[in-house]
Nanobody, 124 residues
């Protein structure tokens, strides 16, 4: 099993940037693909970005493509989500999730491991 803890959320003005971190412990981090999801008030949790186990391939939701970058440092057991050009509609609780599959999976229901979430608020 792997345990995940997110950090780096906060309040930022529209057009600003934030970098989220996801620290992993337990089983070897490189055994898992990693994804970021987000959930805004009153909405379902939605896929944001995915990165494969060694970081060789990434995939993004259309809503964040070109603005967000997912990355990972397996030596540090940490994943990241760099968020630039933030918009008020990016406001949500952001979660990292881990998956043992080698496939790019965007369905939140297939992920077994989740962090507790970190709040991102973008003011207009």
């Amino acid at each position: 099993q792997v345990q995940l803890v997110e950090s780096g959320g906060g309040l930022v003005q529209a057009g600003g940037s934030l970098r989220l971190s996801c620290a992993a412990s337990g089983r070897t981090f490189s055994s898992y693909a990693m994804a970021w999801f987000r959930q805004a008030p009153g909405k379902e949790r939605e896929f944001v970005a995915h990165i494969t186990r060694r970081g060789g391939s990434t995939y993004y939701a259309d809503s964040v493509k070109g603005r967000f970058t997912i990355s990972r440092d397996n030596a540090k057991n940490t994943g990241y989500l760099q968020m630039n050009s933030l918009k008020p509609e990016d406001t949500a609780v952001y979660y990292c999730a881990a998956d043992e599959s080698q496939l790019v999976r965007t369905d939140r229901r297939v992920y077994d491991y989740w962090g507790q979430g970190t709040q991102v608020t973008v003011s207009s």
